[in-house]
Nanobody, 115 residues
Framework: QVQLVESGGGLVQPGGSLRLSCAAS????????MGWYRQAPGKERELVAR???????NYAYSVKGRFIISRDRAKNTVYLQMDSLKPEDTAVYYC?????????WGQGTQVTVSS
């Protein structure tokens, strides 16, 4: 079993920044195959940024150059630094961990970008 707890969401003005955290616990052997997804109202959940199974990174085209995914192995935590936020970044952001053929999701954290 894997447990994921996200934090760091909130309300921010356009152009602002937020940093999301995802703390993992349970049967965590590595922070590979782990990342961030988001779902806006009326839209499907989509990839934002992730570490692949071999530790490289993938980013959605819409966030490249603005968001950075990072991790702290000592804390079993993955971060998402979000800069130059836009209203279209408004969504619930979810952390996902792939482990032993299963997908584990956090509860999500709301990010709202509005003036």
């Amino acid at each position: 079993q894997v447990q994921l707890v996200e934090s760091g969401g909130g309300l921010v003005q356009p152009g602002g920044s937020l940093r999301l955290s995802c703390a993992a616990s349970g049967n965590i052997f590595s922070l590979n195959a782990m990342g961030w997804y988001r779902q806006a109202p009326g839209k499907e959940r989509e990839l934002v940024a992730r570490f692949t199974s071999v530790g490289s990174t993938n980013y959605a085209y819409s966030v490249k150059g603005r968001f950075i995914i990072s991790r702290d192995r000592a804390k079993n935590t993955v971060y998402l630094q979000m800069d130059s936020l836009k209203p279209e970044d408004t969504a619930v952001y979810y952390c996902k961990k792939e482990s032993m053929g299963l997908d584990y999701w956090g509860q999500g954290t709301q990010v709202t970008v509005s003036s």
